[in-house]
C-alpha cells in the first residue's frame, strides 16, 4: 500500500510540474503575443479624409498630395502619422528628384533607423540603377530641405501587386512602409 502511494505522490509531483510548464508556455506566448501585436493600425473614412492635406509645405513651394496614395496610421495611444507620396510634376528638376513623399508624425518615431521628433518631413527613394540589384536608399528632409538622414531599403522581389504607396505589419509589430517592392521599417519610439 506505501509503493502505491509514492506512484500517487510521484505523479502529482510530475502533474504539478508538467502544470507549472504549461503556465509558463502560456505566459511566454502571451508576452510574444503582446509584442507582436502591430504598433500602427490604419485609420479610413472621415478621419483619413479630414486628415489629408490637399498641398504640402516643402522648400517654399506647396506640392499637390495624391490622397490616393496617402495612409493615416494610428497608435495603440491615439497619436497619428500620415505618410502620403506627393506630386512634384511641374516643379523644378531639382524638386522632382530630391522628394516623392511626406510624412506628419504627432509622435517621435524611427524610419529604418533615423530618429525623427514630432513633425513634418519630406523623403525620397533612389532606386537601384537596374532592378533586381537590391533595395535602393530612403532619404528624409526637413521641410527647408535639409537632408537629416538616410538609409538602405529592402526590396520585396516576391510581392505580386506593388502598389505605390503601402503599409503593412512587420513581423516584430513594427510598420513596413513600401514605396513599389522597396520598404523600410517604422517604429515607435519613446
Not at 503575443?33 to 490604419?42: H, I, K
Not at 516584430?172 to 517604429?187: E, P
Request: glycine letters at 12%.
Amino acid at each position: 500500500m506505501s509503493l502505491m502511494l509514492k506512484m500517487d505522490r510521484t505523479q502529482l509531483h510530475a502533474h504539478a510540474r508538467l502544470e507549472s510548464l504549461m503556465l509558463l508556455g502560456a505566459l511566454l506566448s502571451s508576452a510574444v503575443m503582446l509584442r507582436a501585436q502591430p504598433e500602427f493600425q490604419v485609420v479610413l473614412g472621415k478621419d483619413f479624409d479630414g486628415a489629408v492635406p490637399r498641398d504640402f509645405y516643402l522648400e517654399g513651394n506647396a506640392i499637390p498630395v495624391e490622397k490616393r496614395n496617402t495612409v493615416l496610421l494610428k497608435t495603440a495611444s491615439g497619436a497619428r502619422v500620415l505618410v502620403g507620396l506627393i506630386d512634384t510634376a511641374g516643379y523644378s528638376s531639382q524638386i522632382q528628384q530630391k522628394y516623392i513623399g511626406m510624412l506628419i508624425a504627432e509622435i517621435p518615431l524611427s524610419a529604418c533607423n533615423v530618429n525623427l521628433p514630432v513633425g513634418s518631413y519630406g523623403f525620397g527613394l533612389q532606386k537601384p540603377r537596374s532592378q533586381g540589384q537590391g533595395g535602393g536608399q530612403f532619404l528624409v528632409y526637413d521641410q527647408a530641405g535639409k537632408r537629416l538622414g538616410s538609409c538602405p531599403t529592402q526590396a520585396d522581389q516576391v510581392l505580386s501587386q506593388p502598389r505605390p504607396l503601402q503599409v503593412a505589419a512587420g513581423p516584430d509589430g513594427s510598420g513596413k512602409l513600401f514605396l513599389g517592392r522597396y520598404w523600410i521599417a517604422l517604429r515607435l519610439r519613446e
